[in-house]
């Protein structure tokens, strides 16, 4: 029986360029830094691979596959762990991090011996200081390390592909719900092509189409309209034999690559005109969606009124509230004091429940005994120029330490309740509150900092979303001050993609009256 020798590993971090808070391997540390038979402990299926985020994600999936592949495809795949490094989202990684993280995976491929190929979960929105296009340049290194061993490599949804990462890659295959939820289940199919492709079985032949967008979609959600007729129409392509992936991206918006947008991919088996023309179908379906905005996020004192308002919603559950301009997980340091200050001042007949980072105000406060009253300057300290600092008066209700948000000290506001952290707090699950005694439904408002994966953990409470804009670093128009090569919608008016898209891959333009 045919055996193959298969490495694999994560590097990934969605990183915001406004942001001014640069990301340091302390921050790996703190999330996800493993190593060689710790990685596959935690792939194993009976780990835990992103510890308080997902049990089973891509490499999990990846470790699926390989075990099918001996009834699926007679061979037997000898898989080999490297480096697993995941960090909240947050400002450019530094240059001696990446240096450092991207060392660790090259020794481990050279110290591996002979490969037949390579299998990587990248974010596909990282971003480095000093280094244009990181994960092309990861892709490209390990090739080099491997003497070209194919490379198949997984994305998020909001990853921005470039003519370089699509040469260097056998395959990229992206998340196709939104929540994301489909980890493990795009981890096997990316490994089921490498898989079979290295034994001759298919011969992925990948082509894409950029589009020059910053926005579209609505809200992107997968179960919703538009998104929902695209992924059914996406699926029904994936039932012809020849085509071996299809993936769509809708970038994140505040990456600083010069040629973001949305973007489509599709990897055939060795039909070159299938795969073009199915790459350019959905970047013209992609296109159709760009005037589906996302909708209007209200302002905090309509949010207020609101949730007032909802007072089914409020007996029978709670009333989310999503800080949409400071959401940690994309990027934003999570200490925007404005929806607390209105909360404190407007809010007084609501129970809230608040997270803010502020590891100055965690470090004076976690010696101070439980019970004392303490009056504080909390945020406003990470980006001040973004961030108002705002003084709180409050008694002590807790200090603990928490994985993932290091120590973290709750404050009793009165009718709020602020649970400050020493590292990002986006408060995705409902556990950030209940396992510090703030239990969910004695609240009428609860505060996250997250756009879209809260809205599974919140399923059993939430009666009520709502995402509020006050102002900062992940606003939808934030991004608008990044400087990019081609007009962008919505921000610039733009009647075609077409010229941007050939552009980003090399290609003349059209001649005048060439179709398309």
């Given at each position: 029986m045919?055996?193959?020798?298969?490495a694999?590993g994560?590097?990934?971090?969605?990183?915001n360029?406004?942001?001014?808070?640069?990301?340091?391997l302390?921050?790996?540390q703190?999330?996800?830094?493993?190593e060689?038979?710790?990685?596959?402990?935690?792939?194993?299926g009976?780990?835990?691979?992103a510890?308080?985020?997902?049990?089973?994600?891509?490499?999990?999936?990846?470790?699926r596959a390989?075990?099918r592949?001996k009834?699926?495809?007679?061979?037997?795949?000898?898989?080999?762990?490297?480096?697993?490094?995941?960090a909240?989202?947050?400002?450019?990684?530094?240059r001696t991090?990446?240096?450092?993280?991207?060392?660790?995976?090259?020794?481990?491929?050279?110290?591996?011996g002979?490969?037949?190929?390579?299998?990587?979960?990248?974010?596909?929105?990282?971003?480095?200081?000093?280094l244009?296009?990181?994960?092309?340049?990861?892709?490209e290194a390990?090739?080099d390390v491997t003497?070209?061993?194919?490379?198949?490599?997984?994305h998020?949804?909001?990853?921005?592909?470039t003519?370089?990462?699509?040469?260097?890659a056998?395959?990229?295959?992206?998340y196709r719900?939104?929540p994301?939820?489909?980890?493990?289940?795009v981890?096997?199919?990316?490994g089921?092509?490498?898989?079979?492709?290295l034994m001759g079985?298919v011969?992925?032949?990948?082509?894409w189409?950029s589009?020059?967008?910053?926005l579209?979609?609505?809200?992107?959600?997968?179960?919703?309209p538009?998104?929902?007729?695209?992924?059914a129409?996406?699926a029904?392509?994936?039932?012809?034999?020849?085509?071996?992936?299809?993936?769509?991206?809708?970038?994140?918006?505040?990456?600083?690559?010069?040629?973001?947008?949305?973007?489509?991919?599709?990897?055939t088996?060795?039909?070159?005109?299938?795969?073009?023309?199915?790459?350019?179908?959905?970047?013209e379906?992609?296109?159709?969606?760009?005037n589906?905005?996302?909708?209007r996020?209200?302002?905090?004192?309509?949010?207020?009124?609101?949730?007032r308002?909802?007072?089914?919603?409020r007996?029978l559950g709670?009333v989310?509230f999503?800080?949409a301009?400071?959401?940690?997980?994309?990027?934003?340091t999570?200490?925007?004091?404005?929806?607390?200050a209105?909360?404190?001042?407007?809010?007084?007949?609501?129970?809230s429940?608040?997270?803010?980072?502020d590891?100055?105000?965690v470090?004076?406060?976690?010696?101070?005994?439980i019970g004392?009253t303490?009056?504080?300057?909390?945020?406003g300290?990470?980006?001040?120029?973004t961030?108002?600092?705002?003084?709180?008066?409050?008694?002590?209700?807790?200090?603990?330490?928490?994985?993932g948000?290091?120590?973290?000290?709750?404050?009793?506001?009165?009718?709020?309740?602020l649970?400050?952290?020493?590292?990002?707090s986006?408060?995705?699950?409902?556990?950030?509150?209940?396992?510090?005694?703030?239990?969910?439904l004695?609240?009428?408002?609860?505060v996250?900092?997250n756009?879209?994966?809260?809205?599974?953990y919140?399923?059993?409470y939430?009666?009520?979303?709502?995402y509020?804009k006050?102002?900062?670093?992940?606003d939808?128009?934030a991004?608008?001050?990044?400087?990019f090569?081609?007009?962008?919608?919505?921000?610039?008016?733009?009647?075609?993609w077409?010229?941007?898209?050939r552009?980003?891959?090399g290609?003349?333009?059209?001649?005048?009256?060439?179709?398309?």
């Amino acid at each position: 029986m045919k055996r193959l020798r298969i490495a694999y590993g994560r590097i990934a971090q969605e990183t915001n360029a406004l942001s001014p808070l640069p990301t340091t391997l302390g921050d790996f540390q703190s999330a996800i830094l493993m190593e060689g038979d710790e990685v596959a402990r935690a792939a194993s299926g009976h780990g835990d691979e992103a510890p308080g985020f997902i049990k089973n994600a891509e490499l999990t999936g990846f470790l699926r596959a390989t075990e099918r592949a001996k009834k699926r495809h007679g061979v037997e795949v000898e898989t080999v762990p490297t480096l697993s490094a995941w960090a909240i989202p947050g400002g450019p990684l530094a240059r001696t991090a990446f240096d450092e993280l991207l060392g660790r995976l090259l020794t481990r491929l050279k110290a591996a011996g002979p490969l037949d190929g390579v299998f990587l979960s990248l974010h596909g929105a990282l971003g480095v200081e000093g280094l244009p296009d990181p994960e092309s340049f990861i892709l490209e290194a390990v090739r080099d390390v491997t003497g070209g061993k194919p490379i198949a490599a997984t994305h998020d949804f909001h990853a921005n592909l470039t003519e370089r990462r699509v040469r260097a890659a056998e395959t990229i295959v992206a998340y196709r719900t939104n929540p994301h939820r489909d980890h493990a289940t795009v981890g096997a199919e990316a490994g089921d092509i490498l898989i079979r492709s290295l034994m001759g079985k298919v011969r992925p032949t990948n082509a894409w189409r950029s589009l020059p967008m910053l926005l579209g979609g609505g809200t992107t959600i997968d179960v919703l309209p538009p998104f929902l007729g695209l992924y059914a129409r996406m699926a029904n392509l994936r039932r012809n034999p020849k085509i071996l992936a299809t993936s769509v991206y809708g970038c994140h918006l505040w990456n600083d690559d010069p040629n973001l947008g949305w973007s489509a991919h599709v990897t055939t088996d060795g039909d070159r005109d299938l795969a073009e023309r199915t790459a350019d179908a959905l970047a013209e379906r992609l296109w159709a969606m760009r005037n589906q905005l996302p909708p209007r996020f209200s302002p905090v004192d309509e949010a207020i009124k609101e949730a007032r308002n909802s007072r089914i919603a409020r007996k029978l559950g709670v009333v989310v509230f999503a800080d949409a301009s400071d959401v940690v997980s994309a990027g934003a340091t999570g200490e925007n004091t404005r929806i607390l200050a209105a909360l404190l001042s407007e809010g007084s007949d609501l129970v809230s429940y608040v997270p803010l980072r502020d590891p100055e105000v965690v470090g004076r406060l976690w010696e101070v005994p439980i019970g004392e009253t303490v009056t504080v300057k909390v945020g406003g300290k990470l980006d001040p120029k973004t961030n108002e600092s705002l003084e709180v008066t409050g008694r002590i209700l807790r200090a603990q330490r928490m994985f993932g948000f290091g120590r973290m000290v709750v404050l009793d506001l009165g009718p709020v309740k602020l649970v400050v952290t020493e590292l990002p707090s986006f408060a995705v699950k409902p556990e950030f509150y209940s396992d510090l005694g703030l239990r969910i439904l004695d609240a009428d408002v609860v505060v996250v900092k997250n756009f879209f994966p809260f809205r599974i953990y919140y399923l059993p409470y939430a009666r009520r979303t709502i995402y509020v804009k006050t102002k900062g670093i992940t606003d939808f128009d934030a991004s608008y001050v990044l400087k990019f090569t081609d007009a962008m919608h919505p921000r610039d008016e733009v009647l075609d993609w077409r010229p941007a898209d050939r552009r980003r891959r090399g290609l003349p333009q059209s001649s005048p009256g060439e179709g398309h």
